[in-house]
């Protein structure tokens, strides 16, 4: 499983970054963008997308890799 992909406000603008690097992977105009670039590299990594609030706090977690907690149905 690859590094989860965290989706932050950054200077004005929307960011991806990988779990624990310092770095933006890539920025966006639009969280919505930025959410969809880290999708595309969880998908490949199978690994998770965090998005976050411009606060900073956790607005969602969507998961693209072997879910250890799959939903019950």
Do not use: C, F, L
């Amino acid at each position: 499983m690859g590094k989860n992909q965290h989706v932050v406000p950054h200077n004005g603008e929307w960011a991806v970054r990988g779990a624990g690097n310092q770095r933006v992977t890539s920025t966006h105009h639009t969280q919505e963008a930025a959410r969809e670039a880290a999708r595309n590299i969880a998908i490949n990594q199978q690994s998770e997308v965090v998005t976050h609030r411009p606060n900073g706090q956790i607005r969602a977690k969507d998961s693209y890799g072997n879910d250890p907690y799959p939903p019950k149905g």
